[in-house]
């Protein structure tokens, strides 16, 4: 079957008649056929078939019958690891393009892959639409994220994924097919946001490698936005990830969720992509990643305008139809040009309420948070909610302990604040030298410091921390006995450091 014989077929699969329903369906309701710039996906009332055009644009080339085949089996395995109950089987259809047949006569003409359809209304962009990215999904996902990439194949060092020519190449490809439109208003836009990817490769060019070397580089899902996630079970399930070309698929972990984040930025999803960001990488660790981050960022927003041009070529860059374009190019402009972030460190007893305050404060003030308590069992070996079973002074509570984690804090506070992001430092800070400490590192930054102070009763303090010893759901493991000793060495705020205190009720900060 020739290409050009492809949009005879879709038609035919698409009309009443379509061998794709069952004969009950074929009178009440006609098949829907969604175009992509590489698919086509007909919707019955029970399932989807995808199948894809015959392209070749460069990072994806579908020119033969094979290739469709092999493709449709690769989006079917790979899939499977997010969305094992959607994606059922690839289907091979025979017959003609004219007359199409599920039945097995002769050699197979085309493939689809066949998947159970949910509802349009359960996309990520349609709840996002209606402000329904609640926490608790955006915390679930972020959890599935990190889980997955933590377990995902790691690249071999010696490999070209990843590597710093092939990220170069592919961003330069995103620059150079919307430089073909000739467009005086595109080409305004794009030209600062070309100089600043091209200034911030070479800033992080050698963390790139790093990143490759120390095995960052794995089998993602390579396509996370909000149009390939679905709500399914109380729960935002990934799905159409990359499977037409390896070095798409294969690349950093916070690229892959530097697409959705960067996608959720696009559409004023602030708060959701704040609370997915900061349970990613509380998960994760993944702090380091955040030097790369912004970068990577611009990229993706450029692959969706690129992406929103191949969806209609025709397309004139002023007319309405083309929106994402500009959705996705003023996204690229905003992350290539961030304000002066804010250090804020919060202060008060365990039991205070400042976590609770660090948590609900993040998004607002659009700020990475970075938790004392996981932080001190992460460099120890302990997940978060692992009970080392510890005393105040002993095992990851020693004095070296506690100077080690404020260490970590301070140096990973540094990273974040150098590329760019408001920082929440979660501690008690009841010492004045750690607060001098990090009041410092704001200084040498050239960053704004501010602290959150959480002043509560003593005994409203004790109550809480008896009620979270039974809860045992929580990373800090402080009981009464550490209260009454952080009660003996804390050091109050002097007059001088409560001008740095900050209103609670001021929000509003830039995204990025």
């Not at 450091?497 to 509003?508: C, M, P, S, V």
Request: proline content about 4%; hydrophobic content about 40%; charged content about 25%.
């Amino acid at each position: 079957m020739t290409p050009e014989s492809l949009p005879a077929l879709i038609a035919a699969l698409s009309n009443r008649n379509s061998p794709l329903l069952p004969l009950p369906e074929s009178e009440q309701e006609p098949i829907r056929v969604i175009s992509t710039h590489i698919s086509w996906i007909l919707l019955t009332r029970h399932y989807a078939y995808k199948i894809k055009k015959s392209v070749n644009f460069g990072f994806v080339d579908f020119t033969t019958l094979e290739k469709r085949r092999f493709f449709c089996q690769e989006e079917l395995r790979l899939n499977r690891r997010f969305a094992a109950d959607l994606y059922l089987e690839t289907v091979a259809i025979h017959g003609s393009p004219d007359a199409p047949t599920l039945e097995t006569t002769g050699h197979p003409i085309e493939y689809a892959v066949k998947l159970k359809r949910f509802e349009q209304s359960e996309i990520g962009l349609e709840l996002a639409g209606k402000g329904l990215l609640t926490c608790e999904l955006m915390e679930k996902l972020a959890s599935t994220l990190a889980v997955f990439h933590n377990q995902a194949q790691r690249a071999e060092n010696n490999s070209d994924y990843g590597s710093v020519a092939t990220i170069r190449a592919y961003s330069e490809h995103n620059f150079s097919l919307l430089d073909s439109l000739c467009h005086p208003a595109v080409d305004a836009i794009c030209a600062p946001i070309r100089q600043f990817e091209q200034q911030e490769f070479a800033r992080i060019e050698s963390v790139l490698e790093t990143r490759k070397n120390h095995g960052f580089i794995r089998e993602c899902h390579g396509d996370l936005h909000l149009n390939n996630l679905v709500r399914l079970g109380g729960q935002l399930i990934p799905f159409d990830c990359i499977e037409f070309n390896e070095s798409l698929r294969w690349i950093d972990v916070i690229n892959d969720i530097a697409f959705l984040c960067m996608d959720m930025e696009a559409h004023a999803q602030h708060a959701a992509l704040f609370q997915t960001l900061n349970r990613y990488l509380e998960l994760s660790g993944d702090y380091a990643g955040m030097a790369v981050f912004r970068y990577y960022c611009v990229y993706r927003a450029m692959v969706r305008a690129k992406i929103a041009h191949l969806n209609d070529p025709g397309a004139a860059p002023d007319k309405e139809v083309n929106s994402n374009l500009y959705r996705y190019l003023a996204s690229a402009a905003r992350f290539s040009t961030p304000d002066r972030p804010t250090l804020f460190i919060t202060h008060g007893f365990s039991g205070s309420g400042k976590s609770w305050l660090a948590r609900r404060m993040a998004p607002e003030l659009a700020a990475i948070r970075i938790n004392s308590d996981i932080e001190r069992k992460r460099l120890h070996g302990y997940a978060a909610l692992d009970n080392t079973k510890r005393a105040a002074g002993d095992g990851i509570y020693t004095h070296d302990a506690t100077e080690r984690t404020y260490t970590h804090l301070h140096d990973t506070t540094a990273l974040l604040l150098r590329a760019g992001y408001n920082t929440i430092v979660d501690a008690t800070f009841l010492l004045k030298r750690h607060r001098r400490q990090f009041a410092q590192l704001a200084d040498e930054v050239g960053v704004e410091f501010k602290i959150l102070d959480v002043d509560e009763p003593y005994e409203v303090i004790e109550s809480r921390i008896k009620m979270r010893m039974k809860r045992n759901d929580e990373p800090s493991e402080a009981d009464l006995s550490i209260l009454a000793l952080q009660k003996q060495y804390a050091e109050a705020l002097d007059e001088s450091e409560k001008l740095y205190i900050h209103d609670k009720k001021t929000t509003g900060q830039a995204a990025f």
